[in-house]
């Protein structure tokens, strides 16, 4: 009797896991519920080699950049065969210094960026400094009820998908082709699939995604003019 009640504890324990919603933004939530049933996970680093249309492959190519130009030391890819969601190690300063996106596939194994989407500025920051999370919910989400604002406003947008060609990627057999900065310029990476993270872990990383606008952690890194802030995003597999 105790191992059958054992049993049905851990199907019912299984089946909540399996069945989380994660935000009240329905079609991002439809989103990363795909990511977590259905994603496989890798890490990536750069392969030390980037190509360039009008000079074939290089190896620095911070050179034919008047901006700063960010290589990733590790990129956390998260693939499904509709979508590829992105998490960089570095600020794009570009991309108003996003490090997470989602790809939507637009051809066999080439995906384009997908729509932006994110939450209203402000609530992330005055958390940290009041050292409370009131605007935030059990799953890291914005409590869209208690900051009185409609999440319609800010989920993903599906009529958005491959409306542009850049940024774009190819994914293919655990490769990845990468242009994210310059247009003229794809970088390489060599990817590895996590394959002994726990449903928990994955999650985790799924979480990530619920903004794409950065959460902020005290490091520094260079913008696009060679400044240097103290406000970074961290690629950590740990959410916060």
Do not use: A
């Not at 896991?17 to 996970?41: A, H, M, P």
């Not at 290089?58 to 700063?68: A, D, F, G, L, V």
């Amino acid at each position: 009797m105790k191992k059958l009640l054992l049993i049905l504890i851990c199907l019912f324990v299984s089946s909540q896991l399996s069945s989380e919603e994660f935000t009240v933004r329905k079609n991002l939530n439809k989103i990363l519920k795909s990511f977590d049933k259905k994603g496989e996970f890798y890490s990536c680093s750069y392969d030390n080699k980037s190509y360039h249309e009008s000079q074939g492959y290089i190896s620095n190519p911070q050179k034919y950049s008047q901006e700063y130009y960010p290589v990733f030391k590790q990129i956390i890819l998260v693939y499904t065969k509709e979508r590829i969601g992105l998490i960089v190690s570095e600020p794009v300063p570009r991309w108003s210094s996003r490090i997470k996106y989602i790809f939507s596939k637009e051809e066999d194994n080439h995906f384009v960026l997908g729509d932006f989407y994110g939450e209203p500025l402000g609530f992330h920051f005055q958390s940290i400094y009041t050292n409370d999370g009131i605007y935030w919910d059990d799953k890291g989400d914005l409590d869209w009820k208690k900051v009185k604002i409609d999440p319609k406003r800010w989920d993903y947008d599906f009529e958005n998908e491959n409306t542009g060609t850049f940024p774009y990627l190819v994914f293919k057999n655990s490769k990845l082709k990468l242009s994210m900065n310059l247009t003229s310029i794809e970088d390489f990476y060599i990817c590895k699939e996590m394959e002994l993270l726990s449903k928990i872990q994955k999650k985790k990383i799924v979480r990530r995604f619920l903004s794409m606008d950065p959460r902020f952690t005290v490091k520094k890194y260079r913008s696009r003019t060679g400044e240097t802030y103290t406000n970074t995003p961290d690629l950590g597999i740990q959410y916060d």
